[in-house]
Nanobody, 121 residues
Framework: QVQLVESGGGLVQAGGSLRLSCTAS????????MGWYRQARGKQRELVAA???????NYADSVKGRFTIARDNAKNTVYLQLTSLKPEDTAVYYC???????????????WGQGTQVTVSS
């Protein structure tokens, strides 16, 4: 009953920018932290950026100063602004949300389907 829908991935040249969006919908009572992860070919999934319900953020060292995470609580949406992109940023990017569903007493993580970001050199 909860789904996360992503958009904004694509192909961009090194130095370019992209903006990813992810909106949660369904029988949602509340959303805690939200974040973005990525997984490159042959590598482990890693946390890129996270944001709490109150707006506190943290970033992977590799993207700090280049990427910005933000959220719109009224829209149940999280964004990731990617700038100064490098070829090593190429990966599938997944959004994540810690969701309490209507009628439940616990939280769990939900994941988007993933969107491909490819940076050419």
């Amino acid at each position: 009953q909860v789904q996360l829908v992503e958009s904004g991935g694509g192909l961009v040249q090194a130095g370019g920018s992209l903006r990813l969006s992810c909106t949660a919908s369904g029988s949602i009572a509340s959303i805690g932290a939200m974040g973005w992860y990525r997984q490159a070919r042959g590598k482990q999934r890693e946390l890129v950026a996270a944001i709490t319900s109150g707006g506190s953020t943290n970033y992977a060292d590799s993207v700090k100063g280049r990427f910005t995470i933000a959220r719109d609580n009224a829209k149940n949406t999280v964004y990731l602004q990617l700038t100064s992109l490098k070829p090593e940023d190429t990966a599938v990017y997944y959004c994540n949300a810690d969701v309490t569903r209507v009628g439940r007493i616990f939280r769990r993580d939900y994941w988007g389907q993933g969107t491909q970001v490819t940076v050419s050199s």
